[in-house]
């Protein structure tokens, strides 16, 4: 069966950083496209970034420059550098598979559960 | 960026009739090339992440009942329920994924029980 299951969400003071975590299983993450999607809470979705499975990347306007995805296909993990948090990082950060195929497609089957991010002081 | 607009924001609807809600775009998500809409819809319901139920505007994902259907084209979407179940209470979302690198999506619709 497959899963993605994140971690690394927690408490962090505006201007500090975090590293998410996405752990895959049932299926590869060197062979699959991957995004993490985020929603604040009480408010909609919003993507903000995937990683090709030919290591290409992409990032929504609002987190270039600050977050970085990769992954580690020994460890069948997908992650995401966070630094320069705002406030309005504040959210539930899932990660999400492209939806398989020949080639990218911007749609996504598989969900994990999420991990909660709070920029506060 | 293409703007996704749903309505309405919430409805209730009583169990085993239809439920409608719609999607509506800034722009055009056909592509007229292969002649796809390029829009999905999602559910999440409370405390879960979202989970597709449509791609290609009308595409039934893999173990979705058939009571979900998703019709239009272009900038004008629907996503119904034919008769609602207790199960079916939740938050949906419509996608857009014709303007790449990056999706949008809707600002959801809340379902509830009447």
């Known amino acids: 069966e497959v899963h993605l299951v994140e971690s690394g969400g927690g408490l962090i003071q505006p201007g500090g950083s975090l590293r998410l975590s996405c752990a895959a299983s049932?299926?590869?993450?060197?062979?699959?496209?991957l995004s993490w999607v985020r929603q604040a809470p009480g408010k909609g979705l919003e993507w903000i970034s995937l990683?090709?499975?030919?290591?290409?990347?992409y990032y929504a306007d609002s987190v270039k420059g600050r977050f970085t995805i990769s992954r580690d296909t020994s460890k069948n993990t997908l992650y995401l550098q966070m630094n320069s948090l705002r406030a309005e990082d504040t959210a539930v950060y899932y990660c999400?598979?492209?939806?398989?195929?020949?080639?990218?497609?911007?749609?996504?089957?598989?969900w994990g559960r999420g991990t909660l991010v709070t920029v506060s002081s | 960026d293409i703007v996704m607009t749903q309505s309405p924001d919430s409805l209730a609807v009583s169990l085993g009739e239809r439920a409608t809600i719609n999607c509506k775009s800034s722009?055009?998500?056909?592509?007229?090339?292969?002649?796809?809409?390029?829009l999905a819809w999602y559910q999440q319901k409370p405390g879960q992440p979202p989970k597709l139920l449509i791609y290609?505007?009308?595409t039934r994902e893999s173990g979705v009942p058939d009571r979900f259907s998703g019709s239009g084209s272009g900038t004008d979407f629907t996503l119904t329920i034919s008769s609602l179940q207790a199960e079916d209470v939740a938050v949906y979302y419509c996608?857009?994924?014709?303007?790449?690198?990056?999706?949008?999506f809707g600002q959801g619709t809340r379902l509830e029980i009447k």
């Open positions: 049932g299926f590869t993450v060197s062979s699959n496209s």
């Open positions: 999400a598979r492209d939806y398989p195929g020949s080639s990218l497609s911007w749609y996504f089957d598989l």
């Open positions: 990683l090709y499975g030919d290591d290409t990347t």
């Open positions: 290609w505007a009308s």
């Open positions: 722009q055009s998500v056909l592509y007229s090339s292969n002649n796809k809409n390029y």
């Open positions: 996608q857009q994924y014709y303007s790449t690198p990056g999706v949008t």
